[in-house]
T-cell receptor, first 112, second 120 residues
Framework: LAKTTQPISMDSYEGQEVNITCSHN???????ITWYQQFPSQGPRFIIQ???TKVTNEVASLFIPADRKSSTLSLPRVSLSDTAVYYC?????????????FGTGTKLQVIP | NAGVMQNPRHLVRRRGQEARLRCSPM?????VYWYRQLPEEGLKFMVY????????ESGMPKERFSAEFPKEGPSILRIQQVVRGDSAAYFC??????????????????FGEGSRLTVL
């Protein structure tokens, strides 16, 4: 599985756009990029997944350059409730089998 | 449709006792995964099960830990003779059968709220 590198922590003020970048230089051809969000004392929650270019849903956008060696999770106009740890995962989209380690993620602190 | 249910949410055990953590997957999901999370660390894969089968237990410690997912009832993670180093949050996740449901296309995992084990 491709190793990922992301910042340990980030701070942002409410209402700002937050971009969290993940490096995955050894991504394989059949690997997808998936982001999860984890609030304190809760299990992770799927946010978004992409393979290339841009993916957008009601929560976030995911930007993936042509070489796919990195990706950026974009959270528009964050609020205090977006304070959480965000994990970047890279692996095959195997439709159910996800033997992955989440890493330490990026701890986002939204400041009033 | 209820989410992944884990119990107990909190469990306190003394060294040498046994801990049993239970996980009921989402309705229709036949894949169950267990992860362990130490404080300030990410989640580490432990085991992947389908009904009555252990598919991959490569993340399980070789001793004292076992998991099952019987034909009927919840999946159980069992830790025998607990030690202080076993103190952690244990998360269960489930996913639908391969190729079924919209989530199967993304491989999305649905997590429970975790069971927090404290060993005194």
């Amino acid at each position: 599985l491709a190793k990922t590198t992301q910042p340990i922590s980030m701070d942002s003020y409410e209402g700002q756009e937050v971009n969290i970048t993940c490096s995955h230089n050894n991504i394989a051809t059949n690997d997808y990029i998936t982001w999860y969000q984890q609030f304190p004392s809760q299990g992770p929650r799927f946010i978004i997944q992409g393979y290339k270019t841009k993916v957008t849903n009601e929560v976030a956008s995911l930007f993936i350059p042509a070489d796919r060696k990195s990706s950026t999770l974009s959270l528009p106009r964050v609020s205090l409730s977006d304070t959480a740890v965000y994990y970047c995962l890279v692996g095959p989209n195997s439709g159910g089998y996800q033997k992955v380690t989440f890493g330490t993620g990026t701890k986002l602190q939204v400041i009033p | 449709n209820a989410g992944v249910m884990q119990n107990p949410r909190h469990l306190v055990r003394r060294r040498g006792q046994e801990a049993r953590l239970r996980c009921s997957p989402m309705k229709g999901h036949s894949h169950v995964y267990w992860y362990r999370q130490l404080p300030e660390e990410g989640l580490k894969f432990m085991v992947y099960l389908q009904k009555e089968n252990i598919i991959d237990e490569s993340g399980m410690p070789k001793e004292r830990f076992s998991a099952e997912f019987p034909k009927e009832g919840p999946s159980i993670l069992r830790i025998q003779q607990v030690v202080r180093g076993d103190s952690a949050a244990y998360f269960c996740a489930s996913s639908p059968p391969r190729g079924q449901g919209k989530e199967a296309g993304t491989g999305e995992l649905f997590f429970g709220e975790g069971s927090r084990l404290t060993v005194l």
